[in-house]
């Protein structure tokens, strides 16, 4: 079941992870960029309707821990986003990462 945010962007810490949901009706998981990067997760959807209109969705969320980058899992469905950010220890902090998103 997938859980429909109140808001735009939400965040939880669940045992040992972040979850980020966004909420993107009427996007396809094609017109989603997701980026890891200096400790913030970047969501960037663009979407152009066949009318010629462009619609964009970009948001930053920082979470106050490290994260695994290598572990960072992301899927969409229900017209939301779904990201989990793994809880690191390590200290071996990578500069950036793009995410795949799956179904």
């Known amino acids: 079941m997938?859980?429909?945010?109140?808001?735009?962007v939400e965040l939880?810490?669940?045992?040992g992870s972040?979850?980020?949901y966004a909420d993107l009706p009427g996007y396809d998981r094609a017109d989603i960029d997701l980026r890891w990067h200096d400790g913030r997760l970047h969501v960037t959807a663009e979407?152009?309707?066949?009318d010629?209109?462009?619609r964009v969705?970009?948001?930053h969320v920082s979470v106050p821990r490290r994260v695994d980058a290598d572990a960072i899992s992301a899927t969409y469905g229900d017209d939301v986003l779904t990201v989990r950010l793994p809880v690191?220890?390590?200290d071996d902090d990578r500069p950036g990462t793009r995410i795949e998103v799956g179904e």
């Open 88 to 90: 690191s220890d390590d």
């Open 57 to 59: 969705f970009n948001r």
């Open 18 to 20: 972040y979850e980020v």
């Open 2 to 8: 997938t859980h429909h945010p109140d808001h735009e």
């Open 47 to 50: 979407h152009r309707t066949d």
């Open 12 to 15: 939880f810490k669940d045992e």
């Open 52 to 54: 010629g209109e462009t």
